[in-house]
């Protein structure tokens, strides 16, 4: 599987790199290293990581179609924080039911990590909603979503994939800082609306 491995990390690389130019391109780049992925962790038992995977292929689909029929492809969308009460009621939420799932997924499935492969695909799909909703602090999610998947990835064998998420917690952390910024720009605006803390 490595050479599949490989296929799929340099595509996961040009999705990053065609998303940051905003090209509608990222999205089939994202399509196709996500297909692979989704063989490649049912391939060594990550049960969930496939299953998730098949959830970032949903959203490479939505993706696309937002960015080619959503006219301004959310670019007017402000950026927002969450209160550290609606953090904390999240991150409790998505916990327990990782928890609960990952019970599921050890006792009815194969699944090898299954408590921990059960937390990461909870906590990105939480991720990834906040990202939809330019919450900054969902880059923060991904940095220690992106570490415990590092560890999933190097004890499968999966070296490629594991080196590709240490970049991935470069990148996110970089993108929250960059984030950080341009809420600061947006709120120094005058006139413009109202941050929502939700």
Not at 39 to 58: G, N, P, T
Not at 116 to 123: K, M, V, Y
Not at 136 to 164: P, R
Request: glycine letters at 6%.
């Amino acid at each position: 599987m490595t050479g599949w491995e490989a296929v799929a990390v340099v595509l996961a690389i040009a999705y990053l790199l065609l998303a940051m130019k905003q090209s509608l391109w990222c999205w089939a780049a994202a399509a196709i290293s996500t297909t692979i992925y989704i063989v490649l962790f049912w391939h060594v038992s990550l049960l969930m990581e496939s299953a998730l995977s098949i959830f970032y292929l949903v959203m490479a689909a939505v993706g696309f179609y937002q960015w080619r029929f959503g006219g301004n492809r959310g670019e007017g969308t402000p950026l927002i924080r969450w209160s550290v009460n609606k953090h904390l009621s999240v991150i409790g939420t998505t916990a327990l039911l990782g928890i609960g799932l990952g019970y599921v997924m050890a006792t009815q499935t194969s699944a090898d990590f299954a408590y921990l492969d059960a937390q990461t695909t909870c906590f990105a799909v939480v991720g990834t909603w906040m990202l939809a909703k330019k919450v900054v602090e969902n880059w923060l999610y991904w940095v220690v979503i992106d570490l415990v998947s590092i560890y999933l990835y190097f004890n499968k064998g999966l070296m490629l994939t594991s080196a590709l998420f240490v970049a991935y917690v470069v990148l996110a952390y970089i993108a929250y800082r960059q984030w950080q910024q341009q809420l600061e720009q947006q709120q120094n605006q005058p006139n413009d609306g109202q941050l929502n803390p939700a």
